[in-house]
């Protein structure tokens, strides 16, 4: 590769972004802002009949949602487009009829076809497969084994994908192609065609397969149909991001968790690894909780917030600060952002609590004594804070004869409707004093 880095994401607007194409994207960008070069966005819409202006704009809006920022585009322009297949329709038949002029190629039945000549050696250097070698020949061959000539122009006027290929990435600069390793089986084809023109090919780096948990292809029910479809179910951008950058590439530090930033400072495509990636739902809902922790509370509340008006709860009284606060408390509980919302659902409203718990299995004698360091705790500790409440409450117990778990289980009950939760003084903290008292109030424990 000369020059400055240039490579490109290149969909087909025949559905959304998908895992597989995100994928790809990541890498790319990856690529192009490590090595300080520009990251292209092109639309392959050739296929007139599947292809929409709404899977196009899908596949934007997805992009942006994983915070994969493109340097030329169909929406930013640049000089090198335009950046739509099917506005480069001049440029595919200026160079068919080169071909057809030299003689490479012929016409027949409406179609152009690139003639194949054998006994050519074809060899390139992958960044992930090394070098690779293969003979034109073996490059389109029928079923028979004979050579197939290669179609570059149908008869509808539309340019093939290996045709076209070529012709945009020549013409848009593109010195470094970073895709799936289904395509090491076009390369041949192309290199066939940048040498009958004269062009110049780039450097290639072929990505391994994403598989099911099973080792299997993976299916749309598993990779979700859109990148939107993990937003809907509780997952960060950035843990998306992190989790798809660990899918056949790993920092040479061994660093699990990073940011954008510290992932474009690790990043070397010769340390992609061959071997098929993985997609482990496990691994992204660990990556993912990670991710959380580390997350700004506000930026953190913002992703919240649609989920907790999707519960129903009236979030009109309760401060940005107050909100962004509770989910801090929570410490990381959730692996999505889903499962934070509901899991601290307690936080927002005090009626959740009053549906998952009634205060029924509390004896009498039990009752009476929680009822007496309840009484205590709201009147006599000085500060509310979690380790004040935690200092009064040893020594009241050890002065009483009780224990943390007779008094404080019923209280994690009546302040969050749960057995598990963050920390029960961090819990009562955060609600405030005089919120604590509401709740034990209504189950006659004050």
């Not at 969909?11 to 994928?23: E, F, N, R, V």
């Not at 700004?296 to 989920?307: C, E, S, T």
């Not at 009634?358 to 009498?364: G, L």
């Not at 200092?391 to 004869?401: G, P, R, S, Y």
Request: aromatic share 12%; glycine share 8%.
């Amino acid at each position: 590769m000369t020059g400055k880095a240039r490579v490109r994401f290149a969909p087909s607007p025949t559905g959304s972004l998908h895992i597989g194409g995100a994928h790809t994207a990541l890498f790319n960008w990856l690529y192009a802002r490590r090595n300080g070069g520009s990251f292209i966005l092109r639309i392959e819409d050739t296929d007139m009949e599947r292809s929409t202006k709404e899977y196009e704009q899908s596949i934007l809006d997805g992009m942006r949602w994983m915070g994969l920022d493109w340097d030329e585009g169909p929406d930013k322009g640049g000089d090198f487009g335009p950046y739509r297949q099917s506005e480069r329709m001049d440029l595919y038949r200026k160079y068919a009829k080169q071909l057809l002029d030299e003689g490479k190629a012929y016409e027949k039945d409406g179609a152009v076809f690139f003639k194949v000549v054998p006994g050519k050696e074809l060899r390139f250097r992958d960044e992930v497969y090394g070098n690779l070698d293969f003979k034109s020949e073996n490059a389109s061959v029928n079923h028979d084994g004979t050579i197939k000539d290669i179609v570059i122009m149908k008869r509808d006027g539309m340019p093939t994908y290996n045709y076209a290929v070529v012709i945009d990435d020549y013409t848009m600069g593109i010195n470094m192609v970073i895709r799936g390793e289904d395509h090491i089986i076009n390369t041949p084809k192309q290199l066939l065609i940048y040498d009958a023109l004269g062009f110049e090919a780039p450097g290639f780096a072929h990505l391994p397969m994403i598989l099911g948990k099973d080792k299997k292809k993976l299916s749309k029910r598993q990779g979700a149909t859109s990148v939107f479809e993990y937003n809907d179910m509780g997952y960060l951008p950035d843990g998306v991001f992190n989790f798809l950058a660990l899918l056949g590439w790993s920092p040479k530090n061994g660093q699990e968790i990073f940011s954008r930033e510290e992932a474009v400072e690790m990043f070397d495509i010769s340390a992609v690894t061959r071997k098929a990636a993985v997609l482990d739902m496990d691994k992204l809902n660990h990556i993912n909780q990670e991710q959380m922790k580390i997350m700004d509370p506000m930026k953190l509340l913002a992703v919240i917030r649609p989920f907790w008006i999707e519960m129903g709860f009236d979030l009109s009284g309760l401060s940005d600060e107050y909100l962004a606060s509770a989910l801090h408390t929570m410490g990381g509980r959730g692996q999505t952002t889903k499962q934070l919302a509901e899991y601290s659902d307690y936080f927002v409203t005090f009626d959740v609590v009053k549906a998952r718990y009634d205060a029924s299995e509390i004896k009498e004698e039990t009752r009476a004594v929680v009822k007496k360091f309840y009484n205590a705790l709201l009147s006599e500790c000085a500060e509310w804070k979690a380790d004040k409440m935690e200092e009064f409450t040893k020594e009241w117990i050890a002065a009483n004869d009780s224990s943390m778990k007779e008094v404080c289980l019923p209280l994690r009950w009546a302040l969050t409707g749960r057995k598990v939760s963050p920390g029960v003084f961090e819990v009562a903290e955060q609600l405030g004093r005089d919120e604590c008292r509401r709740r034990l109030e209504y189950y006659d424990l004050v």
